[in-house]
């Protein structure tokens, strides 16, 4: 089996092993359980063809399952129709979500940095970037979803918040929220990484295993923005809530309360699902990014024991097989870069072809795989390869 890099999973849990390679023997699996290790995340798509038969197949064939799978009996009914149907064309909302993107990490910026420094939060201008996220997201979350490929690996602890905020929002209503309850879900996520501000900063960004008096450290963040969240007046306890119980774990070996299953709450849940997939899907200093389709399996495997089963699966659901700003190549041999994400249809989205069977740039134009029955996705690529970065290729083709 092929143990996958959860980068950075040990701020989820001590008991996590995540030393990426491939592990042929029981002697192995042995000597790792008596160093402490007590799971780890098996990446099926590198793993010998026994662990991928044994357990499901491709990553694609598992997400197909898991999307075509009826919706849960138990919990709220979910909606007939979808509420993510864009409002608006792509070309219509993705300038505003650029220049939305680029205020809310530079106002991120300042909000965690005062607070760093001085200890006081300006909620206000919060609400304000969770405001304009929720709106995007209500009017076409395709675009927001693809611009927020363009952030770089060393803006990372500013724009994991928006991205949370905006992936938050965008789930919850998946799920069926009033357009208050995904705001305060947006608010849920925005800060849910507030207590990291106080944190040191070689600690945020150790390429190591932390020390067990580190990870200690690390493990107070989710209680130190709670209690200060508890100071903020008119704020919903769901979003301290998100705050305290972001990395808390089904069968009860997160943290800060080693709570179980009911006992966390719903934002609280939601909120860790995402936040694991936002942290695994993002380039960081010391590590590149899994693949977004990859991450959604890894996540599937982590169901039931760290993550709620049934919301996992609908965040599968939610986000699709190939997510808005994936770069894909077709049947064809052409290059892509999704453009809407299909509920019904997950195998094949609406993409703008940028690159011709020789990978040669051409002008770009929008394909509809549902309509084009005998192209299909082959596989799906990293950011950035044959120069193509959803983001600019975006901006481009939207441009009058």
């Known amino acids: 089996m092929y143990i996958a890099d959860t980068a950075g999973s040990a701020l989820d849990s001590p008991f996590m092993y995540s030393t990426e390679g491939l592990i042929n023997t029981d002697e192995e699996i042995k000597e790792i359980a008596e160093q402490g290790f007590m799971e780890a995340v098996v990446d099926l798509k590198q793993s010998n063809k026994e662990w991928a038969a044994l357990y499901g197949g491709s990553t694609k064939e598992l997400l197909a399952s898991v999307i075509d799978a009826e919706a849960p009996t138990s919990g709220p009914p979910l909606p007939q129709k979808n509420p993510l149907e864009p409002q608006v064309e792509l070309k219509e909302e993705l300038p505003r979500a650029a220049t939305l993107y680029t205020h809310a990490l530079k106002t991120t910026q300042r ?46 602890t500013f724009s994991h918040c928006v991205n949370v905020s905006m992936l938050t929002s965008m789930f919850c209503r998946h ?13 849920g996520g925005f800060f849910h990484d507030l207590g990291k501000a106080q944190m040191p900063a070689k600690l945020l960004t150790a390429a190591r295993r932390l020390t067990s008096e580190e990870f200690a450290t690390m493990r107070g963040h989710p209680r130190i923005g709670y209690d200060y969240l508890i100071k903020v007046s008119d704020l919903p306890e769901t979003v301290r809530l998100a705050a305290l119980e972001h990395h808390e774990r089904i069968d009860g070996t997160g943290y800060p309360d080693a709570k179980h299953g009911e006992d966390i709450s719903m934002l609280g849940k939601i909120v860790s699902i995402v936040d694991v997939y936002d942290a695994l899907s993002s380039r960081r200093v010391y590590k590149d990014a899994i693949l977004p389709h990859r991450v959604l399996g890894l996540l599937y495997g982590m169901r039931a024991h760290d993550l709620d089963a049934e919301l996992t699966e609908q965040f599968i659901r939610c986000m699709s097989i190939y997510p808005a700003g994936s770069i894909v190549k077709l049947s064809t041999g052409e290059i892509a870069t999704v453009t809407q994400i299909s509920h019904t249809t997950p195998l094949q989205p609406k993409v703008l072809i940028v690159r011709d069977a020789h990978t040669v740039p051409i002008t770009p134009y929008e394909l509809d795989l549902v309509a084009a029955k005998d192209i299909s996705i082959a596989a799906c690529l990293e950011h950035g390869a044959f120069g193509v970065y959803p983001e600019r290729v975006l901006k481009i083709a939207t441009t009058p």
């Open 175 to 187: 799920l069926g929220h009033s357009d208050d309850s995904v705001f305060d879900a947006g608010m």
């Open 111 to 156: 909000i965690l940095q005062d607070f760093k420094n001085t200890g006081e939060l300006d909620v206000k201008a919060g609400s304000i970037v969770v405001k304009g996220i929720v709106s995007s997201v209500l009017r076409n979350a395709n675009a927001l979803q693809a611009i927020s490929k363009l952030r770089s690996q060393d803006d990372y």
